[in-house]
């Protein structure tokens, strides 16, 4: 039997060490430095919820853009910096108040440098930098820096309130002439004989409106009551997020994320603006203790506040008895479209993923520079059939990143949530003490985490790497039969992780989309 156990035990040493051999020689190589980009518009003013650009005499519009989110005012700034004709239609072009959208990873950034809006995430937001996260467990702490030293000095995270951050989007598209902002909501698509034509909405006086345009974008955000037209959405809602506001306080690591790995589940800590800390307590599942009757301060003071390190602990206590709590249904959907002519799904009404890794706008600003891209060599949209085959090499070309940063986000949340399960409390361990490591096992997984290098197989690699070092540790100082059916059931574990989330995002085009045909899509001709 001892012999037995020992040969398995050299049998995982060689396969731990073939796979950090893979992982060294795939990620070494270097990325281009990126000199920022300077927008060069300067925005006008606003007030009173309305938007009220000059407009040239009215000419017809090219796309119709629903939702003035982040995704669709950098939609409407983008295209019309291409010489289209957009109107964008939303719901409520007040500052929004929110939780989340708070964050933006280097990879992200970089985007918002190549479509001219890096100056609406500077100090005229109070947006703060971010380079990189501090991970704690049970007393213990480890910094993870981003990998950014090839680029320049100005690219990093960016942390700030996602309202304000939204309305200097909107500002600055609106200082073009060939964007209408309007207020109103969006009530259906219209379609003739299968073709999105436009859309049917009310506007600001609740008058019944249509708009016409050959490219209809629908990137109306999470609570989308159009995407069913367009996708098959699954909805799953594997947590909430409880959001609290800590003011003058310093973070242990400055201008960094914190994330403790908490009982239940995560608690977050980042930096939005030069005096203030967002707190976003996880809490699994679909119901969250009730704030109004004072059950949800009764579970933070109990339950989270001794799990706070010693740094935050006096400002967490003060931001629950200031009483400004905030709940909201964290929310994952796979994309699943199903192309139509006239008409294309962005941002989360298309893609939503847990938002522990602020993987949101670092997703659908990549989105929009492809999207932009594919369309820029045509002239004329108006053929709907075509355009809606060409438009499908879309779906293709954007999971490199998308897929990197959705698989990440669902599995390292479910890692990182504690468990009863033995082989999950190993993983979880075993993630901390992987990126505790250094060097490639640290860089490699903030590197995809932030966006800077957007390759599944890479993805793929580090996280077996976790379950092997893991079943490392479980072998050492010797094997014993309870330790390795712990390491066969660990194994087991981070397969049913990520193997379903890989499904979801589809093997074939996550990890060989050079074999699907609309890969190669050329632009109709006219």
């Known amino acids: 039997m001892v012999s037995y156990e ?21 990620t070494l190589g270097g990325n281009k430095k990126v000199k920022a980009l300077s927008g060069g518009v ?26 003035a989110g ?19 239609i939303e719901r409520d072009l007040s500052e929004m108040d929110r939780i989340v959208g708070e964050l933006l990873q280097p990879g992200g950034y970089l985007k918002l440098i190549e479509l001219g809006l890096e100056d609406c995430a500077n100090e005229s937001i109070d947006a703060q930098k971010v380079f990189g996260y501090a991970l704690y467990k049970d007393g213990k702490d480890t910094k993870l820096s981003y990998p950014l030293k090839k680029y320049s000095s100005d690219v990093a995270g960016r942390s700030f309130h996602n309202g304000r951050f939204i309305q200097r989007m909107r500002e600055k598209a609106t200082t073009l002439s060939n964007v209408k902002l309007e207020q109103g909501s969006v009530t259906t698509l219209i379609e003739e004989k299968g073709i999105v034509k436009g859309v049917i909405y009310k506007n600001k006086a609740g008058e019944e409106m249509r708009t016409y345009a050959p490219l209809t974008v629908v990137c109306d955000g999470c609570f989308s009551n159009l995407r069913k037209s367009l996708s098959a959405p699954k909805v799953e809602s594997p947590s909430c997020f409880v959001g609290l506001i800590l003011e003058n306080c310093e973070l242990p690591h400055a201008n960094h994320g914190h994330v403790i790995l908490g009982d239940p589940s995560l608690i977050l800590f980042y930096p939005f603006s030069s005096t203030e800390v967002r707190c976003l307590v996880d809490v699994p599942g679909t119901k969250v203790p009730s704030v109004a009757s004072g059950e949800m301060v009764k579970y933070l003071k109990s339950k989270v506040a001794a799990q706070i390190p010693p740094q935050l602990y006096n400002a967490f206590m003060a931001a629950i008895d200031k009483g ?32 522990l890794t602020g993987g949101g706008m670092t997703v659908a600003l990549p989105d929009i520079v492809l999207l932009r891209n594919l369309l820029r060599p045509l002239h004329d949209l108006n053929e709907a059939p075509a355009l809606c085959n060409y438009l499908e090499s879309f779906y293709t070309l954007r999971k490199p990143v998308s897929s990197t940063i959705n698989t990440l986000a669902g599995a390292l949340y479910k890692v990182f949530c504690a468990s009863p399960d033995q082989a999950r409390q190993e993983m979880r361990e075993a993630c901390f003490g992987y990126l505790s490591l250094g060097v490639i096992c640290s860089y490699g997984p903030v590197s995809l985490l932030s966006g800077l290098n957007p390759r599944p197989l890479h993805l793929f690699l580090h996280f077996f790497a976790v379950a092997i070092y893991g079943v490392g540790r479980l072998m050492l100082p010797f094997p014993s039969p309870q330790r390795t059916w712990l390491g066969v059931r660990l194994i087991l574990s981070a397969s049913d992780i990520i193997f379903p989330i890989i499904k979801g995002e589809g093997v074939r085009q996550m990890f060989f989309p050079a074999t699907v045909p609309a890969y190669y899509r050329s632009p109709p001709i006219h």
């Open 324 to 355: 400004n709590i905030r709940t909201m249904q964290n929310k994952s959907m796979a994309a699943n479209p199903l192309p139509t002519p006239g008409a294309i799904l962005l941002g989360d009404s298309f893609n939503m993923r847990h938002p």
């Open 6 to 26: 020992y040969v398995l035990g050299g049998l995982l040493a060689s396969l731990l060490g073939s796979v950090f051999f893979m992982i060294i020689s795939t």
């Open 70 to 88: 982040v995704a669709g005012a950098a939609l409407a700034y983008t295209l019309a910096k291409e010489g289209r004709h957009v109107h964008v």
């Open 42 to 67: 300067k925005s006008n003013g606003f007030g009173n919820g309305e938007f009220q650009p000059e407009m040239e005499e009215e000419k017809s519009t090219d796309v119709v853009i629903v939702g």
